[in-house]
């Protein structure tokens, strides 16, 4: 049977709240036993009232079983 894929994403040092100007580091790894053909980080503002998502960072999976990715995470990038 297909299993569930899974995504891990560490590196925010379990902040829930962080300045705007900050810029925060994290890792990203993903799974899947059928192999992954994209990964991707996106994020919505709880205040949209179109819910939409918007795009981080991607990356193309190539079918691997695991992917593993870091980097950092500029939060004044996203509020434009």
Do not use: C, I, M
Request: proline share 5%; charged share 30%; aromatic share 8%.
């Amino acid at each position: 049977p297909d299993l569930e894929p899974k995504l891990e994403l560490t590196g925010f040092d379990g902040k829930g709240e962080a300045a705007v100007d900050a810029v925060l580091p994290y890792r990203a790894t993903a799974g899947d036993d059928w192999g992954l053909a994209e990964v991707g980080l996106f994020f919505r503002r709880a205040t949209a009232k179109d819910g939409q998502w918007q795009e981080v960072a991607k990356w193309p999976g190539e079918g691997k079983q695991k992917l593993e990715q870091s980097g950092e995470l500029t939060l004044l990038a996203l509020a434009g």
